[in-house]
């Protein structure tokens, strides 16, 4: 055998080795990636501390990174969802990166801190600086309402302070909430709404993205304003219909000004529900839903006795709730996507243009169009009318005081669920709006009516010890 013969045999082998080198190593290297961070969507391994209550989930990954001006939270929601996962586990976002990527910036939690909160600033700016019509966030967005934790004994004192201080706050971390926002998949929502048939609901549709609440009007409303036409009209869908349509708007950014849908239900008053010392939850929402059906008082239900039972809203992308306000203490749960409130004390009641007539079918709404910079301009460019404006993204539960007026936006699919419990005891609020809206403001209800009703109240308070406030 020649030298050349020699050499040759000698490269071959080397390229030989070389290559099995080189396989071996990725190998290893793949199986070492493998098993530190996994394939996508596979719950990374703890890196100490408590196991998380619904068990350990990773998020869902997301290939590209947000615009600026992205407005798909999904991103933001799954982070958010998986804050309970290993403390120091580098493929979530942790609560004490509540940013999620720069996109919120929030105060640290401190207690209530007098007049100064929450901090307001003129209408007129919050909507011109931010367009109703556009569901593309600010970059970043600057909360300034309180976000505190329920879970924690010590941010839960100063919640209820702000709460009984008859001022906006949300809350976050509230096991009942997390585990509706895991079993209300679109699967679990078509099933109970359209196959078990358990819950009737309605859906109204509009030409654009606005929807003026409307009841049908009474003999009194009929004579009163016999020109009136609805706003909005109702149509016949099924859940998974409506739910189809909703994704679709999401995913091909449905504009403002085409035709939206509107999807709401309710639950009968706590009150009805109540059997004994067991509240029957037949319906798939109170069984759910249970921080909102308690037996007793807690956090969420200040008052069972006015309690209005639950109301559902199945927001599609772009859908505007025009402002009005309620009468009672409103806690809203988001429980899918997010939506942006801009919420203004009772004391603007009078810039705020909001029907004052009883007989007319949208009583206490907005006529102001807030999108309109001219007819908003108009309006709000006074120092009376001052707003906060928040974004309440999924899992979190925002306080809505009595009769302060809400203006709501859905930034994508959402579902928001509330519930009222009368008001205040110190009754916050009403001596404005009664100047702003008249002596025909509130149900006339007799003093003799009041009177027994606290009576019972007392009495039955009397008869049985008190209830802490239960964790849910």
Known sequence: MGDGDKATICDALRRTVLGLALFGFSAWLGFVLNINHGP????????????????????????????KDDDDLDMT????????????????????????????????????????????????????DWNPDNVSMPFPFKEQLQVLNYSDPRERKMAESYRNMEVPFKVFDVPDIEVVRDKWTDGYLVENFDQKHSAQFKVEQSDTNHFMYWRSPSSAGKKAYPDWKSPTKIVSHTFAEWLSLAHHADEGELHHSEEHKYLMMGTPPLTSLIRGDEVKRSHFVTSDLKCFTPHDENFFITDISLNKGIQCRFGMRGVIAE?????????????????????????????????????????????????????????????????????VREGEVLYIPSYWIHYIVSLK????????SGSPPNHEGEDHVSKC?????????????????????????AQKPEHPDKDH
């Open 40 to 67: 996508p969507g596979a719950a990374p391994a703890p890196a100490g501390g408590p196991r998380p209550r619904s068990g350990p989930r990773a998020p869902k990954s997301r290939l590209r990174k947000p615009a």
């Open 77 to 128: 929601i799954h982070e958010m969802h998986h804050i309970h996962v290993a403390p120091n586990a580098p493929e979530t976002i942790q609560w004490d990166d509540w940013s999620a990527g720069g996109r919120f910036v929030r105060d640290e939690p401190k207690p209530y801190n007098g007049p100064s909160y929450p901090p307001l600033r003129n209408l007129w700016e919050i909507v011109r």
């Open 323 to 391: 402002a009005h306000y309620d009468g009672g203490r409103n806690m809203v749960a988001m429980l899918k996507g997010a939506k942006r409130y801009i919420l203004t004390p009772p004391s603007s009641c009078p810039k705020l243009q909001l029907i004052a007539d009883r007989k007319h079918p949208s009583f206490r709404h907005s006529t102001t169009d807030w999108s309109d910079p001219a007819d908003a301009k108009s309006h709000f460019a006074f120092p009376e009318a001052e707003a906060i404006d928040t974004i």
């Open 413 to 420: 699919y959402s579902i928001q669920c509330n519930t009222r």
């Open 437 to 461: 809206m008249g002596s025909d403001t509130f149900p006339k209800a007799s003093k003799s009516k009041k009177r027994k009703r606290e009576k019972k109240k007392a009495k039955g308070s």
